[in-house]
């Protein structure tokens, strides 16, 4: 049997592509886990967030059937297998255990160690196959045209198709426990979370209990500055669930009010730049992310969003173009597993405005080794 690892690019662009191999053993790396891990509290693109979820309700659902770990047999035939590096193997001469790269690469060498035959790395990344190359590994690339860039509107759908009866149940449920929070600490109990019951607490969503703490907090102490990112935080997942602008405006004012008191907070002001253009807020949006890159230039994610700000905001193809290449530039000699997924994404970007420029009869300048599979 035929054996492929997916790189973490491979399935941020299509989660789809778990299933994509029916007749062959597929293998994630423990490391790909981890980095997509870390998207459910990262700022980075909504959609991009979206997919990586979707790849963890997969294999969520996948392990009700099993070990994913010993293998799961996958509804269309083959195996779907999670394996961690193995502590007890050095890492093969040219590879480093800090890197997360090096790490899905060694988990390659490591299955081809035990006796695989016929072994291909899928991946999208150029530094990565070129490493894989020097290994003696098969390389193949799944196509970011192919493997979903006409699907993503149907991605961005996916992610509120929520049906309206149970959004406004969870909201109503929401609302209730709110309510009964702040009387029964009105009436003179011992107020914040433990005020509310277990049990209504445990209808809440994570998000939810969060924005219920912190609003707890603020009652208590209006000036409490964690409460206030807390609260504005919470809204800002609530928005990216629901993508109701409601949320937006109310994660807003949190974060406005924790910046008069600390203006110089760049993560504070980048995530507000991206709720402002959640809310239809153009032209603030960039305000504030040019505010963040006038104090910070290297700002990997204020450069991003402001690049998402002039491309979607305002079909500004050569801006955007700018801002996604200046992503891509200060990520070169990244390590960082988070940065890294930016990059990937700042790729892809660049190349949906190539073409989407061409189509508009617009000129714009990117040179191959800003898009996908490019040479430096």
């Known amino acids: 049997m035929r054996t492929v690892v997916l790189d973490t690019n491979v399935l941020l662009a299509d989660p789809q592509a778990l299933l994509a191999y029916p007749d062959a053993e597929v293998i994630i790396p423990e490391t790909v886990l981890g980095e997509i891990d870390?998207?459910?509290?990262?700022?980075?693109?909504?959609?991009?967030?979206?997919?990586?979820?979707?790849?963890?309700?997969?294999l969520f659902e996948f392990s009700e059937g099993g070990s994913l770990v010993d293998g799961i047999e996958l509804p269309d035939g083959g195996l779907l297998r999670v394996v961690p590096l193995d502590a007890d193997i050095s890492m093969p001469?040219?590879?480093?255990?800090?890197?997360?790269?090096?790490?899905?690469?060694?988990?390659?060498?490591?299955?081809?160690?035990?006796?695989c035959d016929d072994l291909t790395l899928v991946t999208n990344d150029l530094n990565m196959l070129l490493k894989?190359?020097?290994?003696?590994?098969?390389v193949e690339r799944r196509s970011e045209v192919d493997a979903g860039i006409g699907k993503r509107t149907v991605r961005w759908l996916q992610r509120y198709k929520t049906p309206i009866t149970i959004l406004a149940i969870s909201l109503a449920v929401f609302a209730g426990v709110l309510a009964l929070s702040f009387y029964t600490s009105r009436l003179g109990g011992?107020?914040?979370?433990?005020?509310?019951?277990?049990?209504?607490?445990?209808?809440?969503?994570?998000?939810?209990?969060?924005?219920?703490?912190?609003?707890?907090?603020?009652?208590?102490?209006?000036?409490?500055?964690?409460?206030?990112?807390?609260?504005?935080n919470a809204y800002y997942a609530l928005r990216d669930q629901?993508?109701?602008?409601?949320?937006?405006?109310?994660?807003?004012?949190?974060?406005?009010?924790?910046?008069?008191?600390?203006?110089?907070?760049?993560?504070?002001?980048t995530d507000m730049a991206a709720l402002h253009f959640y809310a239809g807020a153009t032209d603030r949006a960039i305000q504030e992310a040019t505010t963040v890159l006038e104090a910070r230039p290297d700002h990997i994610q204020a450069n991003f969003n402001l690049g998402i700000f002039y491309w979607r905001g305002r079909n500004d193809y050569q801006a955007g173009a700018k801002q996604f290449m200046t992503v891509v530039d200060l990520t070169r000699a990244t390590s960082d597993p988070h940065n890294e997924i930016i990059a990937s994404e700042a790729k892809v970007n660049l190349q949906q405005i190539q073409r989407e420029a061409a189509e508009a009869g617009v000129v714009v300048d990117i040179g191959p080794e800003y898009l996908p599979g490019g040479t430096i």
């Open 132 to 138: 894989a190359q020097t290994f003696g590994l098969k």
């Open 93 to 115: 001469e040219g590879l480093s255990g800090r890197n997360a790269d090096d790490r899905i690469l060694a988990v390659a060498h490591q299955t081809c160690t035990d006796g």
């Open 242 to 269: 629901t993508g109701n602008v409601l949320f937006a405006q109310k994660g807003i004012e949190y974060y406005s009010r924790y910046l008069q008191t600390q203006p110089d907070d760049t993560e504070v002001r």
């Open 190 to 232: 011992n107020g914040g979370a433990t005020a509310v019951p277990t049990e209504f607490r445990d209808l809440l969503s994570s998000e939810q209990r969060s924005l219920l703490d912190g609003l707890i907090a603020l009652e208590r102490n209006t000036a409490d500055l964690e409460a206030m990112k807390q609260v504005a």
């Open 38 to 58: 870390k998207l459910k509290t990262s700022r980075v693109d909504p959609d991009l967030r979206f997919r990586g979820r979707e790849v963890s309700r997969m």
